[in-house]
């Protein structure tokens, strides 16, 4: 049975309360119940983890290279300059598949850009709760590639992006 790991960084913890306009209502607790039903409905053993701490999510992403078949990862603002753990993500086989809630390319500019997109094999973004289990699809579609440097230049905004090829999923029904 293949392993999936599901990290959410900083202030995914406040799903419901945190800008419900953006986030909607629903909890941290209730996507990772989603997650772990879909992924079961896969045949997906799943394992959730969330921190608001840096080192806890490098920590969190070596681990993953040693005991996972893949990452859906949304890094939360972290995103946008976490080096240390655009690096982590980097730094392991296992494929990471970085996720937002909100289509961040639609929101304010310093938003727009991702320095940890480019270890990851795809990006979902503006799908809600649904790009998760969009990830964990391309996962076991068996995305590897990873996307790259540059990589937003040659996708229009509000795609799902997997290394190689775009593709925008439909919501199933």
Not at 20 to 47: H, I, Q, W
Not at 95 to 112: F, K, L, Q
Not at 117 to 135: E, I, L, N, S, T
Request: glycine fraction near 10%; hydrophobic fraction near 40%.
């Amino acid at each position: 049975m293949k392993k999936i790991l599901l990290i959410n960084g900083p202030n995914l913890n406040m799903l419901g309360i945190r800008e419900p306009g953006v986030y909607g209502n629903d909890t941290l607790e209730s996507l990772e119940r989603m997650f772990c039903d879909y992924a079961k409905s896969r045949g997906v053993a799943a394992k959730c983890f969330q921190s608001n701490h840096e080192g806890e999510l490098v920590e969190k992403l070596h681990e993953a290279h040693f005991n996972f078949d893949g990452v859906v990862y949304n890094p939360g603002a972290h995103t946008h300059y976490s080096y240390a753990i655009r690096d982590a993500v980097g730094s392991i086989a296992t494929p990471v598949v970085e996720v937002h809630i909100s289509d961040v390319s639609a929101r304010e500019a310093w938003r727009n850009v991702s320095v940890v997109a480019p270890a990851c094999v795809a990006q979902v973004k503006g799908r809600g709760f649904q790009g998760y289990c969009d990830a964990l699809d391309i996962l076991l579609d068996g995305a590897a590639e990873r996307l790259g440097e540059g990589f937003e230049e040659v996708y229009a905004p509000g795609q799902v992006i997997i290394a190689g090829k775009s593709a925008r999923r439909e919501e199933k029904q």
